[in-house]
């Protein structure tokens, strides 16, 4: 098995200037479990995922200007973002910014002939986890994405396939 036979294409590509509401917008219309952020060449170069964007709401509070931090700048869990207000407020912030201001831009990306069992090492060899590993062609751009929740659906459905 291969990454172009695991992979799925129920993800949302954007432009990194895309702002964030509208990236949201066209998840939760397509059920996507991430949008891949494209270059100008579209290539992909980053990723934003829903975890993503509430570790900003939660975590980052916000910095000058009212602009979001990101999670890394955060001191501590017990922040006034953790009240309701300061959730909505976080999220407010948010909302006005652009896609390539909040992706994470160290992705994994891998060709279509990969084996899957380097997809799955890859997602489970990063300490802080590696939510999903993007499948690209030859020039860099986006073919689909494998998640590990993708990852454990194919194998069982090969796993039982198998014993039929």
Known sequence: MIAANSMSTDMVTVG???GVDRVVELMCEKRAPLAVVLDDALRAVGVVTPERMLRYTVESGTGPAGEPRPPSEKSNASSASSSLAG??????ALSSRKVGEIMESAIVTVGPGTPVEAVGALLLSSG???ECVIVVDDGGRPLGCI???DMVR????HRVAGEG
Do not use: D, F, H
């Open 128 to 130: 802080k986890g590696v």
């Open 154 to 157: 194919r194998l069982w459905a």
């Open 147 to 149: 998640t590990t929740a």
């Open 87 to 92: 959730l909505l407020g976080n999220v407010e």
């Open 16 to 18: 990194c200037g895309e």
